[in-house]
C-alpha cells in the first residue's frame, strides 16, 4: 500500500518561476491537507479539501492555490515563486476531520528552495 | 499565535535516561496527538487522546492528557538511540477539519 506519495522530491527554482507540487493518496480518504515546514517551526497549514471540488484556505494560503478534482489527487501551484517559500511541503490525508480524532497519514515531502 | 506551545524545543539525553515532554494551550481541544518526525520524512502517529485526564501507553511510551483537555505530556523510560527524532503535539477542536500543531520538540538520544 503505496500510502501519500509526493513528487517531486527536490526542487529548485528561479524567484518568479511557477511549478505544481504533487500529491496522491490511495487510502480512499476525503480529508486531504497541504502543510509547509519552516526550520523551528512546526507545520503551518496552507490550504485543505474535505472532499472532491471542495478546498478551504488553512493558516498561510498567500502564493498558492489547489484544486481537487478527485478524491486521490490534491496538487499545489506555486504562481510567482519568492524566496520566503523556501520550504519542505507536506501533504497529508485522513479518513476524517481533526476534529473527530482521526489519523492524518504524510508523505514524504518536497524541499523547494526558490533562489 | 501559537495556540500549542511545547517544550522544551531541544533536548539531549543519554541513552536508558527517562525524560518528559510538554504540550500546552490555553485552549480547550477536542483531541491531541503525538506524531514524531525523523529527518527527510513525514510526521507518524504515535497516540491520540481524546478524554480529559487519559493515560496512554505505548511500549516505553506514556502520554497524557490533562483533565481539562487544555494540555498534555509524553514520557520515555530508559530513552534509546532510535528514539531520536522531532515530537510533535497537534491539537483539534471540536467540529474543525484541521489541526493546529505545536513547534516541536528535537529529541537527541546519544548511544
Known amino acids: 500500500n503505496a500510502g501519500v506519495t509526493q513528487t517531486p522530491k527536490f526542487r529548485i527554482l528561479k524567484i518568479g518561476q511557477s511549478m505544481t507540487l504533487q500529491c496522491t493518496q490511495d487510502m480512499n480518504h476525503n480529508y486531504m491537507y497541504w502543510y509547509r515546514q519552516d526550520p523551528g517551526m512546526g507545520l503551518k497549514l496552507i490550504y485543505y479539501?474535505?472532499?472532491?471540488?471542495?478546498?478551504d484556505k488553512g493558516e498561510v494560503p498567500n502564493g498558492y492555490n489547489v484544486s481537487r478534482s478527485t478524491t486521490e489527487d490534491f496538487p499545489l501551484r506555486l504562481e510567482l515563486a519568492a524566496p520566503s517559500q523556501t520550504s519542505v511541503y507536506f501533504c497529508a490525508s485522513s479518513y476524517a476531520g481533526g476534529g473527530l480524532g482521526s489519523s492524518q497519514y504524510f508523505g514524504p515531502g518536497t524541499r523547494l528552495t526558490v533562489l | 499565535t501559537q495556540l500549542l506551545e511545547q517544550s522544551p524545543q531541544f533536548l539531549s539525553i543519554q541513552e536508558g535516561e527517562n525524560l518528559t515532554v510538554y504540550c500546552n494551550s490555553s485552549?480547550?481541544?477536542?483531541?491531541l496527538q503525538w506524531y514524531r518526525q525523523e529527518p527527510g520524512e513525514g510526521p507518524v502517529l504515535l497516540v491520540t487522546v481524546v478524554t480529559g485526564g487519559e493515560v496512554k501507553k505505548l511500549k516505553r511510551l506514556t502520554f497524557q492528557f490533562g483533565d481539562a483537555r487544555k494540555d498534555s505530556s509524553l514520557h520515555i523510560t530508559a530513552a534509546q538511540p532510535g528514539d531520536t527524532g522531532l515530537y510533535l503535539c497537534a491539537g483539534a477542536k471540536g467540529g474543525s477539519e484541521k489541526l493546529v500543531f505545536g513547534k516541536g520538540t528535537k529529541l537527541t538520544v546519544n548511544p
Open positions: 485552549s480547550v481541544f477536542s483531541s
Open positions: 479539501s474535505v472532499g472532491a471540488g471542495i478546498t
